[in-house]
Structure formats: structure tokens, C-alpha cells
């Protein structure tokens, strides 16, 4: 299995403290029957700044104490980037790492409680230059939650949506529970990732989540989605069932 959003890296963001906690999230990851973690610290979000070389370097060196344990996991380099007006001349700069070494994907966070209004430029520009975005955990969106057909402008586009494992499961309640179900049922997201930060506070649930979801969508969900995520890591086009559009209630006398 792998775990396209997890924050294991030491020291770099709001995820593991320290090496040690680091290890213990590879352990509870392999207990969950990953094997592929991509590590993707927060950058530009207004409080953690990790560019492409700083995360390259964090990685080789987890890695190292990884194999040093004997635990067999495989760490890869990527960014879950806050989107800001400045992330194409970001991309430019070579300081933004992709899911994959083709730079074709590209994990892109929103603010919590809203939708820039640039958001559909830039990913105009995105699209216009190959790039394919992933929104990342669109149920814990205010205005997404509020109203989950707002992400079909931007599938149709030719973007992705990524759900978060413990969304589903309830562990940021009910109501994002609901749009996370509603999300996977009508095909608005197309992958799953733990968006882990360590192994009390937001742990893992990939298993859970794989779980609930094919338990009420049926287990091709689960193919179809394991499958876009090892597309993303390879580079390769994501084939996927279209969205479907929000049943309209019918009105009548009786």
C-alpha cells in the first residue's frame, strides 16, 4: 500500500518532533501494511517553509535511520503546498516537488475555511503547462463541505481531489465524516492518504478507511483508488469514473 500524504519527516512542520518519532510512525505505517510513504511537509502555509532541496535532504537522512531499523518502508519526496499567487514562479524556481520525477502532480492545500478566488487561475496556468492538481483533504474544506459540487469546476478541469483516511473513519466528527462518504460515493475524490502527523495524534486509519469504503462502495472502489495512487507516484495517466452530479429531490402532491 501506499501513503501519498504523511507527515514523518522530523523536525519540519507540525508532524514528528523528533527521529524517534519518526520510527515509531514507520512502524504503526508498516502495521497498516504500508510499504511506500511519500513524506509531504507543509510549505508555504504561513508557518513551515520547506523547499524542494531542504525535503530531499530530510528524506535521504530518515531513510538512512529507517533502513538502520531493519523496517521495511520506502520513503519518497514530495510537498503538500499551500496554494498562493506566487506558486508558479515557486514551480519555476525548481523549489516544488511533484508526486512523481516527471513533475506532473502536484498536492495542493486550500485555507481551511475557504476557496481563493485565484484558485481556478492558477490552475489554468497549471493545467496549461502539463501539471495536474491534487486537492488535498477537500471534506475538511468550509466552503467545500458546505457545498461539494464547488470542487466539479476543477475536476473538470482536469484535477484531482485527494480524501484524508481519518475523515472518513469520524475522527474530525460527523459532519466531515458525511462529506467524506458523500465525496467517495459521487467519485469527487479519487485517492486515499492518512495525512498522518504520528501515532496518537492524527495516526494513520489507511486500513479503516480502504475498509469503510469498500464496505459501502463496493472493493473496485478500493482497486480503482490504490491504483490512482501508485499512478500519481509513477507518473502515469489517472483513469478514473466521471463525477457524478447531486440528485435534485422531486417534488410532488403526495
Same mark, same amino acid.
Do not use: W
Given at each position: ?10 523536525? &519540519? ?20 501494511? @504500508? +510499504?511506500? @510513504? ?23 537522512? !530518515? ?32 523549489? @516544488?516537488? *511533484?508526486?512523481?520525477?516527471?513533475? +506532473? ?38 466552503? !467545500? ?15 484531482l481531489g485527494q480524501l484524508t483516511a481519518p475523515s472518513i473513519v469520524g475522527v474530525f466528527g460527523k459532519s466531515i465524516q458525511k462529506t ?8 469527487? &475524490?479519487?485517492? &486515499? ?10 495516526? *494513520? ?45 422531486? *417534488?410532488?402532491?403526495?
Open positions: 500500500m501506499i501513503d501519498l500524504h504523511c507527515h514523518i519527516l522530523p523536525g &519540519v512542520d507540525d508532524g514528528a518532533d523528533t527521529i524517534e518519532d519518526s520510527l515509531a510512525m514507520a512502524k504503526k505505517a508498516i502495521s497498516q501494511g @504500508i +510499504t511506500h @510513504i511519500l513524506c509531504t511537509p507543509h510549505h508555504n502555509n504561513g508557518r513551515y517553509e520547506n523547499v524542494k532541496e531542504s525535503v530531499i535532504h530530510s528524506v535521504s537522512l !530518515l531513510q538512512t535511520e529507517i533502513d538502520k531499523h531493519n523496517l521495511d518502508l520506502t520513503l519518497l519526496e514530495g510537498q503538500e503546498v499551500r496554494i498562493t499567487g506566487d506558486l508558479i514562479t515557486e514551480i519555476n524556481q525548481d523549489r @516544488i516537488l *511533484f508526486t512523481d520525477l516527471d513533475d +506532473t502532480y502536484i498536492l495542493i492545500e486550500f485555507p481551511t475555511m475557504d476557496v481563493p478566488a485565484y484558485t481556478e487561475q492558477i490552475f489554468f496556468e497549471l493545467r496549461a503547462m502539463g501539471k495536474v492538481p491534487v486537492i488535498v483533504h477537500p471534506e475538511r474544506n468550509a466552503k !467545500l463541505r458546505e457545498n461539494p459540487d464547488l470542487l466539479i469546476p476543477f475536476l473538470e478541469m482536469g484535477c467524506a462518504k458523500e465525496m467517495v460515493a459521487r467519485n469527487l &475524490v479519487q485517492m &486515499v492518504a492518512s495525512d498522518a502527523h504520528g501515532i496518537k495524534k492524527r495516526t *494513520f486509519y489507511m486500513k479503516e478507511a480502504y475498509e469503510i469504503i469498500g464496505k459501502e462502495n463496493g472493493k473496485e472502489k478500493i482497486t480503482l483508488m490504490k491504483q490512482v495512487t501508485r499512478d500519481l507516484v509513477n507518473g502515469e495517466t489517472v483513469t478514473y469514473p466521471a463525477y457524478e452530479k447531486k440528485r435534485k429531490r422531486k *417534488f410532488g402532491l403526495f
